[in-house]
């Protein structure tokens, strides 16, 4: 059973790195097949067809992403370090990323994409606002935050970040954008201990905008 298992995520993560170079509309099953070294009977026995697998490959990201947030959350951590460690998670999966993939699974599989996208929101936003509560006990943050809108506002903003398409945002790298959306979050939840303290953070860790 393991070694099933074993081979059913090996072939969901190839598939994966395979459409990320190549894009998902351009590459066939038999492209898979031939890319991965495995006859259409063996990866048949784990999916049924591409928009399966696609389904597929949706639910792993999602794992991973799921598995990383709560990596940090376990660690010995205040709120704004782990804020400062989800923002590199965010830039690593964004990189990850290729935008004709993202594009493609929006428009020629909504289905599958929406579905992934409010797993994701619950997750995301569950998490910003577990982050919220820490932050204010931790006395980083201000008292007076609506942690739902907060979490639901900033949700939003790393979804345009990871769907830009406008031409005047694409003459800034998407690490400058994310960077200054990221300290125009820390700077509006935070009191004045917070902000000194992500200060002496973004100065150590050469956090520039």
């Known amino acids: 059973m393991a070694e099933v298992e074993d081979k059913y995520h090996i072939i969901i993560e190839r598939a994966f790195s ?34 399966d697998l696609l389904g597929k490959i949706s639910d792993f990201i999602y794992e991973m992403i799921k598995s990383r947030i709560e990596g940090v959350n376990c660690e010995n951590l205040n709120a704004i370090d782990i804020l400062l460690e989800m923002s590199k998670i965010s830039a690593e999966n964004h990189n990850r990323i290729n935008p004709i993939v993202n594009f493609e699974f929006r428009k020629y599989y909504p289905e599958i994409y929406n579905k992934n996208l409010i797993k994701k929101k619950e997750l995301v936003i569950n998490s910003i606002i577990l982050n919220l509560e820490k932050g204010i006990n931790e006395g980083l943050y201000r008292q007076d935050l609506n942690k739902e809108i907060v979490a639901h506002l900033y949700f939003k903003k790393i979804e345009e970040f990871h769907t830009i398409e406008n031409e005047e945002m694409m003459n800034f790298s ?36």
């Open 18 to 51: 395979i459409f990320m170079q190549n894009g998902i509309r351009n590459v066939s099953m038999d492209d898979l097949c031939r890319e991965m070294g495995i006859s259409k009977k063996t990866l048949y026995k784990y999916v049924t067809n591409k928009v």
């Open 174 to 209: 998407y690490s400058k954008i994310f960077a200054v959306m990221f300290e125009n979050h820390i700077r509006g939840i935070s009191n004045q201990k917070g902000i000194e303290y992500f200060e002496k953070q973004k100065a150590k860790l050469n956090f520039n905008i």
